[in-house]
């Protein structure tokens, strides 16, 4: 969640520089172009060829030039008194020297050379000069226009000496800070450190999923040692022309050196720093911007008080050499919220707002497991719109409620038009899930069940969320596999057809079925070997038959899984057939409505 106001302010500004310059362009040589060809249509006005012949043929009487100007005034013989007529004379030195020439025959011609007034050079020579100032300024204008993006992108506006942001701001993650300390207290007195010998680390990795407050903890580390923060995103080079990255490293850099002490902090680092493999283009190009990376986190100075942190949710991809001492040797985890954590990230985006009597964070907390600190957030900030949007004087229960099924379905589609037959076939989907859950022991209970459609989908199941938990059996995913396919095994029992409404459900469920063979060692043919993700970086060392087994075991779980679906379906088919007609009926049902029919 990044805003660069202060990089769109100028870059509006040098936007509007530019345009002017523009303009101003347009208007000069138009300008200059008009009073051209006015002094062109003059009727007084006669050909070169016209006036030599005149001059030779004796009937010029006076001439008049300004140096520097080919504009000549001509009075002919027998022209009353203040009248001329004029010539533009390309070549005036050679006219100058015919009518000296002339003047010797004895043909008399009055030769005036008026020294050009030093307004008028300086405005002629300025004229003569304009289109080249202007195209000057315009090439200026660009370099520093691509020198601002440069710029811009590499401090994204976020270079400040106060982030505005300390520890205060970041709720829960209390040991995180603890560890974090210690770097605040090296950034405001590096001395001290470095005189008892201490080594302080150059490079800290955040490892955390999204949303987790990666980047809010490196900015309130800098907010609390009141240092600079300056910030770069490794997705940036993605899309950067060859060479670049490199440089815009080495810049960063640079600028790190110069306004030291300070923090830098790199985004995605994983997009810059993945294993060096091949030499394709793309990925030659990042070994460039890598290699870089580790030439400047080797080169500081050890009084240079730069720490460097840097931020990554997919750290098996990252590099070896990142993480050799003196560069990111120091690796802290940032996992999502626990149920504390949770609650005190609700209270810190509570301020500000006014919730109804009603409403209790802590409960909130406990149906959010999972749910990173940007989520939470979220979640407060939709309600407020919500309550906003339905007039009330101040967030109520519902909204709150609402807000959590949007961050997590998606959006309530009311104009959406179902059909009958989508309906019945999302009524059987969604009671498929509820019931199976219902009959497995380690899945949560049913919350609420919908037909209502929200975002993507067009119907949900909600499930009661539980304590934290840390560890996952194999059990507990296995029943997992059966809940999620219990929507098609509905589908396919009840309407005898199946639909593409499961896609989502068979997705999740090839991912689990995946991880529980390649990351868990959950499966008895393949053993306790972790094997993801070998694509990366590695060939597999097992050889090829070992994707088959992989393959076969995945399978074979989800097979499994959708026969259990099946089988407990077809033992409750009354409750099946209950379940849907009351969802076609209320299109939402509550957990005790849904319970009852158990009982
Ligand atoms: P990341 O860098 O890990 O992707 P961010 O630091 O950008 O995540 O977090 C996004 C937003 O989520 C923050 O600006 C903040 O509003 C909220 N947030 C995340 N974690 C916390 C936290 N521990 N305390 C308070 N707010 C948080
Ligand atoms: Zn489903």
């Not at 009075?75 to 100058?96: C, D, H, R, S, Y």
């Not at 030659?284 to 990376?293: A, G, K, R, V």
């Not at 409960?363 to 979220?378: R, W, Y």
Request: charged share 25%; glycine share 8%; aromatic share 6%.
């Amino acid at each position: 969640m990044k805003d660069k106001p202060e990089k769109k302010n100028n870059e509006k500004l040098y936007y509007g520089i530019l345009i002017l310059v523009i303009i101003l362009s347009i208007i000069t040589v138009a300008t200059v172009f008009i009073i051209q060809s006015q002094e062109k249509s003059e009727d007084k006005e006669i050909a070169y060829t016209d006036l030599i012949q005149k001059v030779v043929a004796g009937e010029v009487e006076k001439v008049e030039m300004k140096v520097g100007s080919t504009s000549v005034k001509v009075k002919l013989k027998g022209m009353a008194e203040g009248e001329e007529k004029t010539t533009i004379v390309p070549n005036t030195q050679a006219f100058i020297e015919l009518i000296q020439e002339e003047t010797v025959k004895g043909n008399e011609i009055e030769l005036i050379q008026n020294p050009a007034s030093a307004f008028l050079s300086v405005f002629n020579a300025l004229v003569s000069l304009l289109p080249t100032i202007m195209i000057v300024i315009l090439f200026v204008l660009i370099f520093k226009m691509q020198g601002l993006g440069d710029k811009g992108k590499i401090y994204g506006g976020e270079e400040n000496l106060d982030t505005g942001v300390t520890f205060k701001d970041v709720a829960g993650l209390d040991e995180e800070k603890a560890e974090l300390m210690e770097v605040v207290d090296f950034l405001k007195t590096p001395e001290k450190f470095q005189k008892m010998g201490a080594k302080i680390p150059r490079g800290i990795l955040l490892y955390g999923k999204p949303g987790t407050g990666k980047t809010l903890i490196a900015k309130a580390i800098a907010g609390e040692a009141g240092v600079p923060f300056i910030s770069m995103s490794g997705s940036e080079f993605i899309e950067m022309f060859a060479g670049l990255g490199a440089s815009r490293v080495r810049k960063l850099f640079d600028k790190a050196k110069k306004i030291s002490p300070c923090i830098v902090f790199i985004d995605e680092i994983d997009a810059i720093g993945s294993r060096r493999t091949s030499t394709s283009g793309g990925e030659s190009e990042n070994n460039q911007t890598l290699n870089q990376l580790l030439v400047e986190m080797d080169g500081f100075e050890s009084t240079e008080t730069v720490i460097v942190l840097a931020a990554t949710n997919r750290p098996e991809m990252l590099d070896k050499a990142l993480l050799r001492p003196g560069r990111f040797d120091r690796q802290i985890t940032i996992a999502a919220p626990d149920l504390n954590g949770r609650e005190a990230i609700l209270k810190t985006h509570a301020k500000g707002k006014k919730f109804s009597n009603d409403i209790n964070l802590k409960e909130i907390a406990g149906d959010t497991a999972g749910f990173t600190g940007a989520e939470l957030a979220n979640i407060l900030n939709e309600a407020a719109i919500i309550a906003t949007i339905k007039g009330h004087k101040e967030i109520q229960k519902v909204d709150l409620e609402d807000a959590v099924k949007k961050v997590t379905v998606g959006l309530e589609k009311h104009n959406r038009v179902v059909s009958e037959k989508d309906k019945k076939l999302t009524a059987y989907h969604e009671a498929g899930h509820a019931i199976v859950s219902k009959f497995l022991p380690t899945q949560q209970d049913v919350k609420e069940v919908s037909i209502i459609p929200r975002g993507v989908a067009g119907g949900y199941t909600m499930y009661k969320t539980n304590e934290d938990k840390y560890y996952i059996s194999k059990t507990e995913m296995k029943e997992k596999l059966i809940a999620l396919l219990g929507g098609r095994a509905a589908e396919k029992i009840a309407l005898d057809d199946i639909s593409t409404g499961a896609s989502n459900d068979i997705e999740v469920a090839t991912e689990i079925a995946k991880d529980m063979v390649t990351v868990y060692g959950m499966s008895d043919i393949i053993g306790p070997i972790a094997l993801k993700p070998k694509e990366t970086y590695e060939q597999s060392i097992f050889g090829d038959n070992i994707d088959a087994a992989i393959g076969a075991e995945v399978k074979n779980l989800i097979d499994n899984a959708y026969k259990s679906a099946q089988e407990i379906l077809l033992a409750h088919m009354d409750k099946l057939h209950a379940v849907a007609s009351k969802l076609l009926e209320k299109e939402m049902i509550s957990a005790e409505e849904f319970n009852q029919f158990f009982n």
